[in-house]
């Protein structure tokens, strides 16, 4: 397929995968955390868009965008360091307590299905359109970008739009970790398992806090901590995708050595 054709189907998809996402935000409703609805009921709309992406991938016949084991299997060795930080958030979500065994499913499902979804969507079906026009970093940035704008979503739900802002600039920094890891592991499943495990431990760890949110007062630390604290893993991201050969920008099937 051209690869203007596919950017363009490709796009589109994004945008009615988006309205999949957030479907029923729309209608009448008091904002609420997002803890509250991805622990209390399978998020269906999130389900729904990852299996729309997946259906359009097979019907179109992209096989590039990574559903295959790693390989080697040894590059799942550069998650170790990132790793860390999955130990830490499990430590903290033991210590704070852990909301009622019901709550705990629901959300470990749910963020499975967004780790799916919004792979799929983005790294998978968005990048490798992309890379058919544009060269590796354009591709990267873009895709990127667009993946940390979407999450401006969630101040619908929410309330709090300067939140969803802040989510959106570490949902970017994230994004280009995400890629880095697609990359140098030559699939995708890795990155939709740590994005997963990633938004279910700190979704584990707020819905252990009982607290009282404040309104009206913002303080700077509120902003700066969360950029601060994906730093790390942005960082790291830049590093692995330095001097990437050309060979590991697309997914198909290596040839035989």
Same mark, same amino acid.
């Given at each position: 397929?051209?690869?203007?054709?596919? %950017?363009?189907? /490709?796009? @589109? =998809? @994004?945008?009615?995968?988006?309205?999949?996402? $957030?479907?029923?935000?729309? !209608?009448?409703? #008091?904002?609420?955390?997002?803890?509250?609805?991805?622990? +209390?009921?399978?998020?269906?709309? %999130?389900?729904?868009?990852?299996?729309?992406?997946?259906?359009?991938?097979? @019907?179109?016949?992209?096989? #590039?965008? +990574?559903?295959?084991?790693?390989?080697?299997? !040894?590059?799942?060795?550069?998650?170790?360091?990132?790793?860390?930080?999955?130990?830490?958030?499990?430590?903290?979500?033991?210590?704070?307590?852990?909301?009622?065994?019901?709550? &705990?499913?629901?959300?470990? =499902?749910?963020?499975?299905?967004?780790?799916?979804?919004?792979?799929?969507?983005?790294?998978? @079906?968005?990048?490798?359109?992309?890379?058919?026009?544009? /060269?590796?970093?354009?591709? %990267?940035?873009?895709?990127?970008?667009?993946?940390? =704008?979407?999450?401006?979503?969630?101040?619908?739900?929410?309330? #709090?739009?300067?939140?969803?802002?802040?989510?959106?600039?570490?949902?970017?920094?994230? +994004?280009?970790?995400?890629?880095? $890891?697609?990359?140098?592991?030559?699939?995708? &499943?890795?990155?939709?398992?740590?994005?997963?495990?990633? #938004?279910?431990?700190?979704?584990? &760890?707020?819905?252990?806090?009982?607290? !009282?949110? $404040?309104?009206?007062?913002?303080?700077?630390?509120?902003?700066?901590?969360?950029?601060?604290?994906?730093?790390?893993?942005?960082?790291?991201?830049?590093?692995?995708?330095?001097?990437?050969?050309?060979?590991?920008?697309?997914?198909?099937?290596?040839? =035989? /050595?």
């Amino acid at each position: 397929m051209p690869g203007t054709y596919r %950017i363009g189907l /490709s796009v @589109v =998809a @994004v945008l009615i995968w988006a309205l999949i996402t $957030v479907w029923g935000i729309w !209608t009448p409703h #008091d904002p609420a955390p997002l803890t509250q609805g991805l622990g +209390g009921r399978l998020a269906w709309p %999130i389900i729904g868009a990852g299996l729309f992406m997946l259906v359009v991938a097979m @019907v179109m016949g992209w096989r #590039d965008i +990574g559903l295959v084991a790693p390989r080697p299997w !040894t590059s799942l060795r550069l998650l170790l360091l990132p790793g860390l930080y999955l130990l830490l958030f499990l430590g903290l979500a033991l210590a704070i307590g852990l909301p009622p065994p019901v709550t &705990i499913l629901f959300l470990l =499902a749910n963020t499975l299905a967004v780790g799916f979804s919004e792979e799929i969507a983005f790294r998978g @079906v968005l990048f490798h359109a992309l890379r058919t026009r544009l /060269s590796l970093w354009p591709a %990267i940035w873009l895709t990127s970008v667009a993946f940390g =704008a979407v999450h401006v979503i969630n101040g619908f739900t929410t309330g #709090d739009f300067l939140e969803a802002a802040i989510q959106a600039v570490t949902a970017f920094m994230s +994004g280009v970790f995400f890629m880095a $890891v697609m990359l140098r592991t030559r699939s995708i &499943i890795p990155a939709m398992l740590f994005h997963a495990f990633w #938004d279910f431990l700190l979704t584990l &760890i707020a819905a252990g806090v009982v607290s !009282t949110p $404040v309104k009206g007062s913002v303080h700077w630390w509120t902003l700066v901590v969360p950029i601060l604290f994906i730093l790390p893993n942005f960082l790291y991201g830049l590093w692995l995708l330095r001097k990437l050969d050309a060979r590991e920008t697309g997914l198909a099937p290596l040839p =035989a /050595s």
